[in-house]
């Protein structure tokens, strides 16, 4: 049941705010349609709680229900933070070398132009 990664999501998602279906559907790359049928499973599964407000669904986690799972939930969870973390320090360092990189760049170019513009400069030295 909470194997699944987007109901794992989903259930980080209203662990402590309640949602709308809406609004939690709008975290995924899928259709709202596939959302929905998630939350059904974990509200049939009783680890989610509805509330209707009008023709709107909010949703929250029953940490009750969840209990037994909840140290599980919330590793899993620290681990993905982690590897989130460890990928936007890559991308950090990604993003410097490629500044480090394009300023060498420029300075090779630079050096490139002082060197032709050295060697006009003589050549008319010798011309005159």
Known sequence: MIAEPRRREILRLVWDVERPATEIAEHFDVTF???????????????VVVRRDGTRR?????????APFASLLQQ???AQLDALADLAERAETAEKLAERAGTAERLVERAEAAEKWAGTAEGRERDS
């Open 58 to 66: 909010f949703y929250r986690a029953d940490r009750e229900a969840l």
């Open 33 to 47: 349609g596939a959302i929905s049928q998630h939350l059904g499973v974990l509200r049939q599964a009783g680890l």
């Open 76 to 78: 899993m969870w620290a």
